[in-house]
């Protein structure tokens, strides 16, 4: 079996592999790859993070609102503010619109750029031109952070946020 590093972003291997999907000689391939590939080592690195916040938001019995802030992104100087009693707050962002299928990345970095939450985020559907994210305040301490969305390595989308 050969493939090349197409063949695994296609397979979305990282994400499988992370997920224990890949079938034994598949992740043997697949290992073999990221050992050498920076890319697809950081896109295991960034999957592992989501599993584990992922894991830790959805272990707490969590009960969100019927209503909760949804707020659209705009100019990168606004930021909007959240509390507590919200528990989850969402963000709208616009997706640029390409001639194939994009994969969106959601990352949230604090002040000095340390991660705290990494999503994937799919194309929307049909016609649509807006990403929606909704965000638990769970993965959050009290602080200012930013969302950057990203299509590949390009970013598409910036929103600040400070947790009161």
Not at 7 to 31: K, M
Not at 51 to 71: D, H, M
Not at 78 to 86: G, H, I, L, M, Q
Not at 131 to 138: G, T
Request: glycine share 6%; proline share 8%; hydrophobic share 40%.
């Amino acid at each position: 079996m050969l493939l090349d590093h197409k063949d695994f972003i296609e397979l979305q291997a990282a994400e499988r592999y992370v997920a224990g999907e890949l079938s034994p000689d598949l992740r043997d391939h697949f290992e073999e790859h990221f050992f050498t590939c920076p890319e697809c080592a950081e896109e295991v690195r960034w999957e592992k993070m989501f599993a584990a916040n992922a894991k830790a938001a959805f272990e707490q019995e969590v009960r969100f609102p019927q209503t909760f802030p949804l707020f659209r992104a705009g100019s990168p100087e606004t930021t909007a503010e959240v509390s507590a009693p919200n528990r989850l707050f969402g963000v709208t962002f616009p997706a640029p619109r390409t001639a194939q299928e994009q994969i969106y990345f959601c990352e949230i970095v604090d002040q000095t750029g340390r991660p705290y939450l990494h999503q994937r985020l799919d194309s929307p559907p049909g016609g649509e031109e807006e990403l929606h994210l909704a965000v638990p305040l769970s993965c959050l301490t009290p602080g200012e952070y930013v969302i950057i969305v990203r299509a590949g390595h390009a970013e598409v989308g910036r929103f600040r946020v400070r947790y009161l």
